[in-house]
């Protein structure tokens, strides 16, 4: 085989390679979308982008030989698939980086690094969504749960709120799971953490109740009954006798149409029937929603410490080092956007300093603290090798010879739509995403073109963007 061969192989091979790692994305971001996420499933992920890195290595280190017995002309073309290549030795070295980081932590990195997380999961409207993959997911259960029911209850008014009217079912077994573990989850946290966040929260709940008439659990759990009676009476259904009869869609529905109908109010999940707390707390939040969206309760303020938190040491080193809020208007943010985010509630006063209390040491501390060093890596570096990695798809385009003119032609349409395909599919897949809400949102209020260059900034990420989840 001659060297002109070797050269078009390693041409083609690298054009296979970007092909096969845009498919690995999807796989993986498809995943990760699902918002099940399951842990061995991500580890399986891993291997195949690692196993796609190796791959690209060989061939980087093939054309850098092959260069050394050919032209000038080959020379160039080999510099052009370097800088192609590029990609999975920046994923490999900022994994490598990241481990380095994790592993010479300490515990209060650590804690500040999760706290930082919850403050930006609940500066969000996306918060619900990461508490639900948290729950979603089966490994370290305890664990995840405790830090879903904190990043609930840290910020009922812009997550729990949302939820409660969400049509989204894995936003409802969140709060569900919440409720019913809170009781639970109140041993794990310090006195000094949960007592004074608690009582603010609990007077909120019952100065906002004197204010609006809700239905009553009584109330709703009679209906219900009637419901069942009359469906045994007049059999209109089979399942009518059924013990879990009172927590299906029908029931559910009837019950909805009712209390929409007396208060404009929706009860979304059937779990609220079995529980007068959480029913209960449910209304009320929805209530609050709904009064807060008619421009109305006005006097009703989220009963957190705005300021307390934000203004710790720990997390504001973290706050600065993620980027948010603070420099948002320095990025060219409406003021719409910047004052919306800035106007969410920011967290229980001393929420920082009680971390002690929380038992996160193990495989989720970890997790939350990479996904909180990779972004300002990824951030730098993304740019400068996903731009490398269009300009060398298009240079191929000149220098890649093929005979034949319908040949030529298809071979050069192939680079174009590769160049043009990976960051139209990273845009569209990062739009989907709520964890990268407040870059991308912000951005395309302000201007469709920073929208398309904030996806693009953000095109690593989605290799370790699912560490978060």
């Not at 869609?249 to 208060?263: D, L, P, T, W």
Request: charged share 20%.
């Amino acid at each position: 085989m001659s060297k002109d061969w070797i050269s078009k192989a390693l041409v083609v091979a690298g054009i296979i390679y970007v092909l096969a790692e845009i498919l690995a994305n999807g796989n993986l971001l498809s995943v990760v979308g699902s918002h099940r996420v399951n842990h061995e499933q991500v580890e399986h992920m891993e291997k195949v982008m690692r196993a796609l890195s190796g791959c690209g290595a060989v061939i980087l280190l093939s054309n850098l030989i092959l260069p050394m017995f050919r032209k000038t002309s080959h020379r160039i073309q080999t510099l052009i698939l370097i800088a192609g290549l590029m990609g999975p030795f920046t994923y490999l070295g900022v994994q490598l980086l990241v481990d380095g980081i994790v592993g010479s932590s300490t515990r209060q990195d650590r804690d500040a690094g999760v706290m930082a997380y919850i403050y930006r999961m609940g500066m969000t409207n996306g918060g619900i969504e990461h508490s639900a993959a948290l729950v979603n997911d089966q490994h370290d259960p305890k664990g995840k749960a405790l830090l879903a029911s904190l990043g609930l209850y840290v910020f009922p008014g812009s997550v729990l709120g949302e939820a409660i009217t969400s049509k989204k079912s894995a936003y409802a077994n969140v709060i569900f799971n919440a409720e019913m573990n809170r009781n639970d989850l109140m041993p794990e946290l310090s006195k000094g953490l949960w007592t004074p966040f608690d009582d603010k929260y609990t007077a909120y709940l019952n100065h906002y109740e004197k204010k609006i008439n809700i239905p009553s659990h009584d109330q709703v759990m009679a209906d219900v009954r009637r419901q069942q009676d009359k469906c045994i009476r007049y059999r209109a259904r089979k399942d009518c006798s059924q013990p879990d009869f009172l927590n299906g869609a029908y029931v559910k529905g009837e019950v909805n149409k009712k209390i929409k109908k007396e208060s404009g109010l929706t009860v979304v999940e059937d779990y609220w029937l079995t529980d007068r707390d959480s029913f209960r707390r449910a209304m009320l939040f929805s209530a609050i929603k709904a009064a807060k969206a008619k421009g109305k309760a006005k006097d009703i303020d989220y009963p957190m410490g705005r300021q307390e938190f934000a203004s710790s040491p720990d997390v504001t080193r973290w706050l600065s080092v993620i980027g948010f809020p603070y420099y948002f208007k320095g990025m060219g943010m409406s003021p719409y956007f910047y004052g919306y985010y800035s106007d969410k509630p920011r967290a229980v006063a001393g929420l920082a300093h009680n971390l002690a209390a929380i038992d996160l040491d193990g495989y989720q501390a970890e997790q939350i603290y990479r996904s909180m060093i990779i972004p300002p890596i990824a951030l730098f570096l993304s740019l400068f090798f996903a731009t490398l990695n269009i300009i060398s798809l298009l240079a191929s385009w000149i220098t890649v010879r093929v005979k034949g003119r319908w040949s030529g032609l298809v071979v050069r349409l192939a680079l174009v739509m590769l160049a043009a395909i990976g960051p139209l599919f990273m845009s569209n897949a990062i739009s989907q995403s709520k964890w990268y809400e407040m870059i991308t949102v912000g951005m395309s209020q302000a201007s469709p073109i920073r929208y398309y260059v904030a996806t693009w900034i953000l095109h690593v990420e989605p290799y370790i963007g699912y560490l978060v989840r």
